[in-house]
Structures are given as C-alpha cells and as structure tokens.
C-alpha cells in the first residue's frame, strides 16, 4: 500500500470512481453522480481534461480523462 502523496491537499477533490477499489459502488449518492463526503478523491493535479488522481481509502494512483475541455490525444 503506497502512502497517500505529499502534495495531496484535503482542499483539492474530485469525486472520480476509484478503479482499483470501488468503495462507492453502493453509495446512493455517488451513484445518482451527486458529491458524498466519503467517497471522494485527492486531485493530485490536472493537465488539461487529464486528471491525476489518488484514492484516500487504498492509496491506488491513476489518471483519469474527463474528456471536458483541451482533451489530450
């Protein structure tokens, strides 16, 4: 298990399905895509429509493309 990143800021979340755990799939509000207070991610950083993402629950990294704005290719 890696340790949650340095530069996670508690200010900065997305609420992004994690792939690695899936600890929202039975949340009814991350499943009618309404924000929970548990079922959040660290947003890391962005490049452009590219996130950077780590889950606080199993401290699994990924990036995850939203496909809004400048999409990368």
């Keep these: ?3 949650i990143d340095p530069h996670a800021d ?7 399905p994690c792939p690695s755990c ?3 799939r039975d949340c009814g509000d991350c499943g009618a895509a ?3 207070s548990g079922h959040w991610r660290y947003l890391l950083a962005n ?4 996130l950077h993402l780590q889950c606080p629950s199993c401290t699994h990294v ?7 704005g400048a999409t990368r290719s």
């Design 62 to 68: 990924w990036d995850h493309e939203t496909g809004f």
């Design 1 to 3: 298990m890696l340790p």
């Design 10 to 16: 508690l200010g900065r979340r997305a609420w992004v």
């Design 47 to 50: 490049t452009g429509s590219r």
């Design 22 to 24: 899936d600890d929202s």
């Design 34 to 36: 309404r924000t929970c």
